[in-house]
C-alpha cells in the first residue's frame, strides 16, 4: 500500500520544508527538507526542492514498510494507512500505538491523543492539533471522506 497525495499533504504540513539544514539541541544529525534526518545532510548546504523531494519519498516509504508490516492483522483502508504513516513518521513507530498488533481499531483510536508529548514530557499544541487530525483520518470510512470533512491545517 502506498501514502496517497492527502496523507503526503497532512504530513508535509506538520512537518513544513526548511531547504537549510538545521540541528536540534542534543541531536546527532542536522535535519532538512520535511524532517530528514542522517549523515547525508550536511550543514551549511542549501539543498534544492528535488533532493528533498527525493528524501521525503525514500522516507515515507520507510514508514509505509512499518505500517504494512501490521497489515495482515488489521487490513488498513487507504484513510488508516495514510494516519498511521504520518504518526509512525513523527514518532519513529506504530509498535506501542498498536501494542504490536494486539490492540483493536476502537482500543488504538483511545490510545492515540496519548502521544502529545515532546522527547522530555511536555504536552505540546502542535502535537495535540497533529494527533487530532490524524485520528480524524484515522476514523473516516473510505469513501465517506468530503474534500472539507478532513481539513489540514498547516502546522504553526
Known sequence: MKTSDKGKELIKSFEGCKYRPY???GEMYYTVGYGHTGTDVKA???????Q????FD???EKFEKLVEKYNDEYNWNQNEFDALVSFAYNTGSIDYLTARGTRNRDEIKGVWLMYCHDATGNKLDGLIRRRKQELALFATPVGDILESSIEVIPHE
Not at 551549511?44 to 528535488?50: K, L, P, Q, T
Not at 528533498?52 to 528524501?55: E, H, L, P, Q, R
Open 23 to 25: 540541528k536540534l539541541s
Open 52 to 55: 528533498i523531494d527525493k528524501w
Open 58 to 60: 525514500a522516507d515515507i
Open 44 to 50: 551549511g548546504y542549501i539543498y534544492s526542492r528535488e
